[in-house]
């Protein structure tokens, strides 16, 4: 079973950075997507970003421009590059791998806080 855990949240400033790691054990080579999604308070989950065993990336519209998603060489750490970040960036930010190993699978991290204020 493939196993992920988030880091790097925290407090940042509007127009600061950061940068969020997800680590994947298990069969990683099994995993064909890898995402990131976040969970603001009182609003549903949402897609951020994800990335492809092929390395194709898709966005939200509102973090275009501002966020990149990769992955290493070795495909085991996830990143999510996080610019310009303004308040409504505010959220629970949550790894996502989607797969296949013996059976489909759609598993999560336990997620990193990220809080945007001055």
């Known amino acids: 079973q493939v196993q992920l855990v988030e880091s790097g949240g925290g407090l940042v400033q509007p127009g600061g950075s950061l940068r969020l790691s997800c680590a994947a054990s298990?069969?990683?080579?099994?995993?064909?997507?890898m995402g990131w999604y976040r969970q603001a308070p009182g609003k549903q989950r949402e897609l951020v970003a994800t990335?492809?065993?092929?390395?194709?990336?898709n966005y939200a519209d509102s973090v275009k421009g501002r966020f990149t998603i990769s992955r290493d060489n070795a495909k085991t750490t996830a990143y999510l590059q996080m610019n310009s970040l303004k308040p409504e960036d505010t959220a629970v930010y949550y790894c996502?791998?989607?797969?296949?190993?013996?059976?489909?699978?759609?598993?999560w991290g336990q997620g990193t806080l990220v809080t945007v204020s001055s």
């Open positions: 996502n791998a989607v797969g296949q190993y013996n059976r489909g699978y759609d598993v």
């Open positions: 298990g069969p990683i080579f099994s995993i064909n997507v």
């Open positions: 990335i492809s065993s092929d390395g194709r990336t």
